[in-house]
């Protein structure tokens, strides 16, 4: 019985990701790693519930990026790619995120080469 506490104890905690709002909006503000400046953050959920789309820098309408996702574990990757010049194609943005809860979602802002050109984190609560 000891034994099996002391496991217990010893294993470290995993995260748990929830389900999002089937339908839902979130909203909420970005954090950079440098700067002060925060931008918007708004994530669509679909009405089943398994696609996305998250948009960010909304705030600045030039320079907003979007891009889908796929809702797997409660836990996603939006990513969006351009093709440059000689056909190559590039990742212009990406953020991973996880639905901490039902009306709460958090994660970071990965590759961002429009609006301020700096990664970080965010955080979006559920509007409706």
């Given at each position: 019985?000891?034994?099996?506490?002391?496991?217990?104890?010893?294993?470290?905690?995993?995260?748990?990701?929830?389900?999002?709002?089937?339908?839902?909006?979130?909203?909420?503000?970005?954090?950079?790693?440098l700067g002060y400046k925060k931008h918007t953050v708004s994530i669509r959920v679909?009405?089943?519930?398994?696609?996305?789309?998250?948009?960010?820098?909304?705030?600045?309408?030039?320079?907003?990026?979007?891009?889908?996702?796929?809702?797997?574990?409660?836990?996603?990757?939006?990513?969006?790619?351009?093709?440059?010049?000689?056909?190559?194609?590039?990742?212009?943005?990406?953020?991973?995120?996880?639905?901490?809860?039902?009306?709460?979602?958090?994660?970071?802002?990965?590759?961002?080469?429009?609006?301020?050109?700096?990664?970080?984190?965010?955080?979006?609560?559920?509007?409706?």
């Amino acid at each position: 019985m000891l034994a099996v506490l002391c496991l217990a104890v010893a294993v470290p905690a995993i995260a748990v990701a929830a389900d999002p709002q089937k339908g839902g909006r979130y909203a909420g503000k970005s954090k950079p790693i440098l700067g002060y400046k925060k931008h918007t953050v708004s994530i669509r959920v679909s009405s089943d519930g398994t696609t996305g789309t998250f948009r960010y820098c909304g705030d600045r309408r030039r320079r907003a990026m979007s891009a889908r996702f796929r809702v797997r574990n409660g836990r996603f990757t939006a990513s969006k790619r351009e093709r440059r010049r000689g056909g190559k194609r590039v990742v212009t943005f990406q953020a991973k995120g996880r639905f901490t809860s039902r009306t709460r979602v958090k994660g970071d802002i990965v590759v961002v080469f429009k609006c301020d050109h700096i990664p970080g984190s965010f955080t979006a609560r559920l509007r409706r």
